[in-house]
């Protein structure tokens, strides 16, 4: 968030809508590198305990999130065929062609 003011928020709609530009470093469809450093630790942070604890949290604010859903989410995870928060963040850059990741 080079040259802004404010914070993205913890949110992968946040992630995702920033990496389609048009504020901070990345402006529309620029070709852009992300160096991810502590790839292969962050795949561990961000594997399926954390993913569990991102999913839970979510549930204590049913207002907020869809339960049946994130019920879904969790049940998938646990039977080994969900998707981790890092395997998520990854779908979500690959999404962005003009954007390359470069894993340190």
Same mark, same amino acid.
Request: aromatic share 10%.
């Given at each position: 968030?080079? !040259? ?7 949110? &992968?709609?946040? *992630? ?7 504020? =901070?470093? $990345? ?19 961000? !594997? ?7 999913? &839970?949290?979510? *549930? ?7 339960? =049946?859903? $994130? ?15 890092f ?10 062609p ?7």
């Amino acid at each position: 968030m080079h !040259g802004e003011d404010w914070k993205l928020a913890e949110s &992968l709609d946040a *992630l995702d809508d920033m990496l389609y530009g048009a504020y =901070g470093a $990345i402006k529309g469809s620029d070709a852009v590198q992300i160096i991810w450093k502590n790839f292969q630790g962050n795949r561990k942070d961000l !594997g399926v305990e954390s993913t569990r604890r991102h999913y &839970l949290s979510k *549930l204590e604010h049913p207002q907020l999130f869809n339960v =049946g859903f $994130i019920k879904k989410q969790l049940d998938d995870l646990d039977k080994g065929r969900g998707k981790t928060y890092f395997e998520i963040i990854l779908e979500l850059i690959a999404g962005h062609p003009n954007i390359e990741l470069i894993e340190a």
